[in-house]
């Protein structure tokens, strides 16, 4: 390893310690022949007798022939020592027995060039996505103003994932007559002809920031983006990027961001096929926006196997190239939980898996399927505390039916068409996620005879029909983002009632017929308490006046704003479609691929929403039960990390019992010390709420002869599974590898 550096020497990671002399010698042939002569240093006769052999045995063992060299002090020293057999030396060339069975070390001067090496069979689940330069090279980006910026590059899990989906475009190429080209003055394309094709335009730049600018920084058509650089921390200094998309004909306008002023008029080149766009310094083109290729096509799209949602969420430890069927995938993600409270977890697959938190050896959720159409993920809430939560997802693909004679997949099992592999994982606030939905009513508004409330917030199933006399309902998701009190403004023509999560809140109007009534005019205020974060639900019926079926003299609808204490607007009834991602928080498509940081000892990456430094945590107090402490609420934390015992925890005493007596010779303050001391000694945290308040009632009134040391002794018989129906907390905490201690629901630290 010292001389053969054939790609050269290693990055910052795995440097090898090489001395001057090595690099000075890096120019030159792999292994170096430093001319020293070589020698027999053992030959016949042997000092310990002759070799014992027979005459169907290979050739005997006859000596040893190496290189000798004199060091420094004078000693004679040998190496690159090699056997020999009947007197031939090893690695003659004369395909005797002792080149085949003792290669030669020394002495091939196409070493490395021309040996021949073990090549493994190509196989279906053979597959590389990730990227090798991985903590090892760092990357340098060019900022705008010329400066220069080192980042290194971290998966966002481990291993990198992809976005994955099950859907499938297969592309036939089709006779037509489409030619595109750039306007005279470049602020368009023109794509003339017929039929439908598939345009790609290539970005080609060579222009360095820090002398005159650059030409240009992106260029945009419809939704396409060609960028100067990556993207990432600054344009590169040269590169290029090729971006297609499907086009029939028509104009399409381009626009550019950070374009240089010398490009006043841009320059059309190649007969309206490129266009040629400087910077401040001379006439040459620092950047070329051309178009690559134009293909008449028609595309024919395969709806693949999974739901919408799975398609949206989905994710895969390689990019759609191999479904590595019977193969367990592991990823790990570390997610940043911002609050402490409730949150929903929904997990799909194909074809089975599980999701673990915080090193629990217990799945959070398993699921069989989930992606396919007609079917959903499977879902369930946790209590998280705020911090960094560390979850692991394994999957693994079936063969999808595809075996051959053994059972072993074949085939069609490793076609991606045919059985794609995945899962996705959706996070959201305070409960499950919901499912998106769009409804079918429409804005039933404006209306003279309504007021502006109406006008710009009423709904119904039409805006034509006065479809009277019979009830509407429609139902709308709402995701809260904070705990609280809600106040919903309400307005109906002429009859509306609604709820609140399957609770009546109340109806205005009545059914009195045309004129509207008061109803769609006067607003009805309902205040919705404790409401909690998260997705609800919120109901609205309207029922229209009868007897009359023209809409101009008889509209129908149901209008509302819901808002919070502060009058921000939540949600309204013109809001008719959901995408469920009100209180998404986090999902799978946000960890895939690689991150940027100029951080070279970044250990792990968190992904999830940034934290507001308005939303602090904030330890919700209280006291126990029976009124003898104070709490907090927390959670007890384990040596592996495992989080147990969401609830309130004991953290001082009600002043007014310190100085009161328990029983006879004992006061409570005496008590209450004796049970700290117990769970502190015993049980290495401090005492929960329900737990204090018992242990204080078996004292007093259980056992009234017990003393401190008998309650202690109680304790430390429950905590070792010795009571009848006890805990047996200790031997919890020695599969756990012990606890911690007590933190509060914000995460600091109250024990010890």
């Not at 910052?12 to 020293?36: F, N």
């Not at 053994?406 to 045919?418: I, K, V």
């Not at 007021?451 to 009277?468: G, H, I, K, L, R």
Request: aromatic share 10%; hydrophobic share 30%; proline share 6%.
């Amino acid at each position: 390893m010292g001389f053969y550096y054939p790609e050269g020497y290693f990055g910052p990671v795995c440097d090898s310690l090489v001395s001057d002399d090595d690099i000075a010698l890096s120019s030159e042939r792999a292994i170096k022949d430093l001319g020293d002569p070589v020698v027999d240093t053992l030959k016949w006769p042997f000092p310990y007798g002759d070799p014992v052999g027979f005459p169907t045995l290979p050739p005997w063992l006859t000596g040893q022939i190496c290189k000798q060299r004199t060091l420094d002090d004078g000693t004679i020293e040998y190496y690159d020592c090699v056997w020999t057999f009947d007197g031939v030396p090893t690695g003659d060339g004369d395909g005797n027995y002792d080149v085949d069975f003792f290669p030669p070390t020394f002495g091939d001067p196409d070493f490395g060039l021309t040996d021949k090496f073990f090549v493994p069979t190509a196989t279906p689940d053979m597959c590389s996505p990730f990227d090798p330069d991985t903590n090892i090279r760092p990357i340098t980006f060019y900022n705008n103003d010329g400066t220069q910026t080192v980042k290194y590059k971290n998966e966002r899990s481990t291993p990198v994932t992809y976005n994955v989906t099950s859907e499938t475009n297969e592309i036939t190429e089709s006779s037509g007559t489409l030619t595109a080209g750039f306007n005279s003055s470049g602020t368009a394309l023109v794509v003339s002809g017929t039929g439908t094709g598939n345009l790609l335009l290539k970005l080609q730049w060579n222009d360095n920031p820090g002398t005159a600018g650059v030409a240009v920084d992106s260029i945009t058509i419809g939704t396409t983006t060609w960028t100067r650089g990556d993207g990432s921390g600054g344009g590169a200094q040269s590169g290029e990027q090729i971006e297609g998309f499907q086009v029939t004909p028509g104009t399409y306008n381009i626009t550019y961001t950070g374009l240089n002023s010398a490009n006043s008029p841009i320059q059309v080149t190649a007969v309206d096929q490129n266009l040629c766009l400087k910077d401040g310094h001379g006439s040459d083109c620092n950047a070329n926006f051309s178009i690559h290729s134009l293909t008449s096509q028609v595309a024919v799209t395969n709806p693949g196997y999974w739901t919408e949602e799975a398609n949206k969420y989905g994710v895969w430890t390689n990019p759609m190239l191999c479904t590595l069927p019977g193969e367990p995938q592991t990823v790990t993600y570390f997610i940043n939980i911002c609050e402490a409270g409730t949150y929903g977890f929904t997990f799909g697959t194909d074809t089975t898996g599980s999701i673990y938190l915080n090193d629990s050896e217990i799945p959070a959720l398993t699921a069989t399927g989930g992606m396919l159409q007609s079917t959903s993920g499977v879902s369930t809430t946790k209590s998280l505390t705020a911090g960094t939560l560390k979850l692991v997802v394994s999957v693994t693909n079936s063969d999808a039916g595809f075996q051959d004679s053994n059972g072993l997949p074949t085939g069609l099992a490793y076609s991606w068409q045919r059985n794609p592999g995945g899962w996705y994982i959706k996070m959201c606030k305070g409960a499950v996620c919901p499912s998106s939905n769009t409804s079918t009513w429409v804005r039933s508004g404006p209306h003279p005879a309504w007021s502006d409330f109406m006008d710009e917030n009423a709904v119904y199933p039409s805006n034509q029909d006065t479809m009277s006399g019979v009830n509407h309902t429609n139902t709308w998701t709402v995701d809260l983002p904070n705990t609280g009190t809600y106040i919903l403004e309400t307005q109906a023509d002429n009859w509306g009632s609604f709820s609140w999560d399957g609770t009546s809140l109340g109806s205005i109007g009545d059914n009195s017929g045309p004129p509207w009534g008061t109803a769609a005019v006067t607003s009805t205020y309902y205040t919705i308490t404790n409401a909690t974060v998260g997705p609800h639900t919120l109901s609205a019926t309207v029922l229209n006046g009868t007897g009359n079926t023209n809409w101009s003299t008889n509209p129908g609808g149901v209008a509302f704003v819901l808002r919070n204490q502060l009058g921000s607007v939540i949600i309204r009834s013109t809001d008719l479609t959901n995408s469920g991602e009100g209180s998404l928080m986090w999902h799978t498509r946000m960890a895939t691929g690689y991150i940027f940081s100029t951080n070279s000892a970044l250990s792990q990456v968190v992904t999830g929403k940034e934290c507001s430094g308005d939303a602090a945590c904030v330890v919700t107090e209280g006291f126990s039960d029976a009124g003898y402490a104070t709490t907090k609420m927390g959670y007890l934390k384990m040596n592996d990390g495992t989080i147990l015992g969401v609830g309130p925890y004991v953290t001082g005493y009600v002043t007014s019992w310190l100085t009161q007596n328990a029983k006879s010779g004992v006061t409570y303050s005496q008590l209450f010390s004796q049970l700290a001391t117990s769970y502190a000694t015993i049980l290495s945290r401090k005492p929960d709420a329900s737990g204090f308040d018992y242990w204080i009632h078996s004292f007093i009134n259980l056992n009234p002869s017990w003393t401190l040391s008998d309650l202690n002794t109680a304790i430390s018989a429950d905590a070792n599974g010795l009571n009848v129906g006890s805990y047996h907390e200790l031997a919890m905490h020695t599969t756990h590898n012990g606890v911690e201690g007590n933190y509060d629901e914000c995460g600091t630290a109250i024990y010890p």
